[in-house]
Structure formats: structure tokens, C-alpha cells
């Protein structure tokens, strides 16, 4: 059978916008669901560049699929901990010590750090399910909006998301630009820190007087019954605190076996595979959810029909935002098979700029044009990687590190519509899209310009 072409094929940069524009339209001015806006963008995108027409649908199913394996099984697990969590208290009795221990001003310190350390080991999509629950717990104690603490939360995590390995993004640029990863480490957090500060804490402040909503309306089912418990009849701090670690321990135990294997400071051995495989997110996350059903359900006078029934209602919201998620993905590999990203690098290839700000424009671009961040670090670092080398520079320790984290800083920038981050933090913060892009996307973009502002001011004292 002879291969069908569609006849527009538009060159990819312009199929990107024009697809990008209309997701847009259908959201926010034809009120279109997400779910449905995204397929459609998706296919648009198809049919207006070279791709194959018998190509595109294949095309659909492998961005579900990829964005799916992972997110699905996550959003999945968490919800159901998470809801374990709440209907016992358990996020009750958190919130009410951190306000506590901290006092109401400082919350939302506390909550950027907890964010800039937990995602250091957890993927910043796992660290958002874990925690959720204590957000909405500080929320309907304090009376304060959700953002107050979500946006300290979501800026502490993205910032170690794309600056600290050794999450995957970061550690695969400084592969790839043969970076010391110890110099990524050191600057990264050097120049993290205050950029978490400045996009969290005090953007959040500012951001939350003029969205001063509370927790969403399918996550508050027990809310007020929460809020008059007397704190006795909670389940106590520490269990809660370390059902919470654990996950988070287990996940980063195993970065750390598995980066010690890979660099050979460790032996493979059926020690680093059990913690390997115990350390994943799916293992971690199965783990902390049986023992909290065990600790707060079955421990507390619980039965198995109402853990079940628990477990039951706290995937009806997942649901939608898996789809929606997925829907995302699809987006995202509709993108990439359109070769939006090779077609500029060519464009910039020939720049006479310099090379860390080559870095971090190259990898704005490419995660604004297909989402994911991870991608937009990878991609920009391998179409950078041999154009330093063509050009013959010769560089430092200090140096090629911070071109790794101008590269990290360009792909965190201007979160939007095909990021399936974005529907993560629209569907947990209840917020139409409008309002996500004005609360989370501008915190993306504060992250990435700030952050690109302290790795620009280090280069010019190396």
C-alpha cells in the first residue's frame, strides 16, 4: 500500500504555534474540555506538518502510553495514600503541628523547603501526590487560600526537579556536556535556594491575596468533619510524618545506590538490586499505602469494606486528572514527531551569541514548543553538546556547570497547556485554566528567569 502524506506540511515551528494558539482558543475561549482540546490540538498538529497521515493516530497512542506508564500508576497510588491520609486525620494532625511548630507566617517556608527536598530523590509529579493532602490539611486550618502554601510547595520541588540531581533531567545534561556532577550539585543549589525563595514564599503571598480559593470542591468531601476533630482523637505526628518519609526515603536511597553503581563506586549485587527495585516510585509509593491502611485503617477500628470503599472514591478525581494527563502526552509526542526541535537547532546553530545563553534560549524554546521539561534538558544538552564541540571551546569545571543549569533554568520556563504538569496542578488546585496559567505558569517563568539571572551573574565572576 503506498504511504498517504497530508499536502499542507508547514514547516514544524509554525505547526507548533499554530497548534499551541488553538489549544489555547478551545480552553480558555470555547471552554472545550481539556481532554477532548488536547486530542484535537494533537491531530491538528498531525495533519499540518509531514508526518504520514497513517501515522498520527499511531502517534496518539504511543504519547498516551508514554505518559501513562508512569503518571498513571503514581496519581493512581497517591490518590489512594492520600485519601488514607485525610479520612484518618493523619494530614489533620500534620497540618495543625507545622502551624504549630512554624506559626502561620512561616508555613509557607516550611513548605519550600519540604518541596526543594523532597524532590530532590522524587520526581516532582510523586512528591505533588504525597503532599497534597497536607496542603489542603494547612488550608482548612489556617483559612488561608490554597496558593498560600501550594506555590512555596510546587516552586521548593520544581526548582530541584531541573537544578539538583539526581533527578534524571540534570543528570543526563551533565552527562551529556561532561559536567562535574558535583560542581551541578554545588551551583545548583547555590543558585536553587534563593530562586525557591523568590518564586515561592513571596510570589505566593502576592499571588494568593487575588486568588483567595480554597481547596477544591471534589478533594473537601470531609473537610469540615477534619477541622472539628479534637486533636487527641488524630493519629499522632510521628506516624504521619514517617509514613510520608518513607516513600521519599526509599526513592532517594535508591538514586543514590543507583548513581553509585552507575559511576562504579559501588558493585552490582543483589543488595543494590533489591534497593534499586524497593526505591522505585511504584514499589515505594505500593509500601507507604498498605501500611497506612494497615496504621490509620485497619489500627483504628476501620474494616475492610470501608477501606475499600476509601480506596474506591479516592480514584473518581484521579481519573480525570490521568486522562487529562495522558491527553497532555499525547500532545507532547504529536510535538516531537513533528521535529519542532531539530528545526531549531537549525535556526540557532549559527548564533553568534554566547554559549549560556545559547543554552538556556535553545532549551526555553524547545520546552515551550513539546512541555516536558525533562525533554527540553535532554534535548537542548544533545543538540548543544556538538555544537560546543564544532566550535572548539575549551572550558572549566565551574563553567560547563553552569551551562548544565542554564539549560536546567530554560526548560522549566512557561509550564502551559501541554505540560502534563499543568493539568496535574489544575485539577489538584481545582483552578480553571485561566487561573492556572496566571498562578503556576508564571511561577514556572519567575523559577526560570530568576534562576537563569543567578547562573549568568556566577559565569561572569568564573
Not at 189 to 198: F, K, N
Not at 245 to 268: N, Y
Not at 303 to 313: N, Y
Request: a negative charge.
Amino acid at each position: 500500500m503506498p504511504e498517504i502524506l497530508f499536502a499542507i506540511n508547514m514547516p514544524p515551528i509554525a505547526v507548533a504555534g499554530i497548534a499551541i494558539v488553538l489549544l489555547l482558543l478551545m480552553i480558555l475561549r470555547f471552554k472545550l474540555n481539556a481532554f477532548i482540546a488536547l486530542l484535537v490540538a494533537s491531530m491538528a498538529v498531525g495533519l499540518l506538518s509531514d508526518m504520514p497521515i497513517t501515522e498520527i493516530n499511531s502517534s496518539i497512542q504511543e504519547g498516551m502510553a508514554g505518559a501513562l506508564g508512569f503518571i498513571a500508576t503514581i496519581v493512581g497510588l497517591g490518590a489512594i495514600f492520600g485519601k488514607i491520609l485525610e479520612h484518618s486525620g493523619g494530614t489533620e494532625a500534620l497540618a495543625r503541628e507545622l502551624l504549630k511548630r512554624f506559626g502561620m507566617e512561616r508555613a509557607p517556608w516550611a513548605m519550600v523547603v519540604t518541596g526543594f527536598l523532597v524532590s530532590i530523590p522524587v520526581f516532582l509529579d510523586a512528591g505533588l501526590v504525597i503532599l497534597i493532602p497536607v496542603i489542603y490539611a494547612l488550608t482548612r486550618e489556617s483559612g488561608k487560600p490554597i496558593l498560600y502554601f501550594g506555590i512555596p510547595l510546587v516552586a521548593g520541588m520544581s526548582v530541584t526537579h531541573s537544578f539538583v540531581p539526581p533527578t534524571p533531567g540534570p543528570v543526563a545534561v551533565a552527562d551529556l556536556l561532561d559536567a562535574d556532577l558535583g560542581w551541578v550539585i554545588l551551583l545548583g543549589v547555590i543558585t536553587g535556594l534563593p530562586t525557591a525563595i523568590i518564586a515561592g514564599p513571596v510570589f505566593g503571598a502576592w499571588i494568593s491575596k487575588r486568588m483567595p480559593s480554597g481547596v477544591p470542591e471534589m478533594m473537601n468531601e470531609e473537610g469540615e468533619a477534619l477541622k472539628e476533630m479534637d486533636s487527641q482523637a488524630l493519629p499522632a505526628f510521628w506516624l504521619i510524618l514517617g509514613l510520608i518519609g518513607l516513600p521519599i526515603l526509599m526513592i532517594l536511597a535508591s538514586s543514590i545506590c543507583d548513581l553509585m553503581v552507575d559511576t562504579g563506586a559501588l558493585a552490582q549485587s543483589g543488595f543494590t538490586d533489591f534497593m534499586i527495585f524497593f526505591g522505585h516510585p511504584f514499589a515505594a509509593l505500593i509500601l507507604a499505602t498498605l501500611l497506612a491502611m494497615y496504621f490509620l485503617g485497619f489500627k483504628r477500628g476501620s474494616t475492610k469494606e470501608e477501606i475499600m470503599e476509601i480506596s474506591t472514591r479516592a480514584l473518581a478525581p484521579a481519573g480525570i486528572i490521568i486522562l487529562i494527563t495522558g491527553a497532555g502526552g499525547v500532545f507532547k509526542q504529536i510535538l516531537i514527531d513533528s521535529n519542532a526541535a531539530a528545526d531549531l537547532a537549525e535556526v540557532m546553530k549559527d548564533s553568534q551569541l554566547p554559549i549560556i545563553i545559547l543554552c538556556y534560549l535553545l532549551s526555553a524554546l524547545v520546552r515551550v514548543i513539546q512541555g516536558s521539561a525533562t525533554v527540553a534538558m535532554i534535548t537542548a544538552a544533545s543538540l548543544m553538546a556538538p555544537i560546543i564541540d564544532t566550535m572548539g571551546v575549551e572550558s572549566g569545571r565551574m563553567e560547563t556547570a553552569l551551562w548544565a543549569l542554564a539549560i536546567a533554568a530554560g526548560s522549566i520556563i512557561c509550564g502551559h497547556v501541554n505540560d502534563s504538569g499543568f493539568w496535574l496542578l489544575n485539577r489538584y488546585f481545582g483552578q480553571t485554566e485561566k487561573e492556572t496559567l496566571q498562578s503556576f505558569t508564571v511561577m514556572f517563568t519567575l523559577v526560570s528567569v530568576v534562576g537563569f539571572g543567578f547562573v549568568f551573574l556566577l559565569s561572569l565572576l568564573v
